[in-house]
């Protein structure tokens, strides 16, 4: 069993900046491939970044790259998520997610799901 705690969240305005970061505590944390997903009202829980159990390979949606930054710290039991020049389209709940998976850009491909982190950008 993996536990998976959000912090980082808040009211930002457009163009801002926040970080997430996931603390995760059971089984063994550096096995697993971590991600963000967020779901805003109404819509689908969507895939935002992915990280690999190295730490060595990234994925990020489209809608993101080359504005958040997924990282982890093995020996913190962390994964982070750095998100700048945030828009009004990043207002969603964030998640953290654990995988025994290789691969993780699916909310279905999740073993363990975090309770969610609210973000919210003002425009």
């Known amino acids: 069993q993996v536990r998976l705690v959000e912090s980082g969240g808040g009211l930002v305005q457009a163009g801002g900046s926040l970080r997430l970061s996931c603390a995760a505590s059971g089984r063994t944390f550096t096995r697993y491939t971590m991600g963000w997903f967020r779901q805003a009202p109404g819509k689908e829980r969507e895939f935002v970044a992915t990280?690999?159990?190295?730490?060595?390979?990234?994925t990020y949606a489209d809608s993101v790259k080359g504005r958040f930054v997924i990282s982890r710290d093995s020996t913190e039991n962390a994964v982070y998520l750095q998100m700048d020049s945030l828009k009004p389209e990043d207002t969603a709940v964030y998640f953290c997610a654990a995988s025994g998976s290789i691969v993780l850009i699916e909310a279905k491909g999740a073993d363990y799901w975090g309770q969610g982190t609210q973000v919210t950008v003002s425009s």
């Open positions: 990280i690999s159990w190295t730490g060595r390979s990234t």
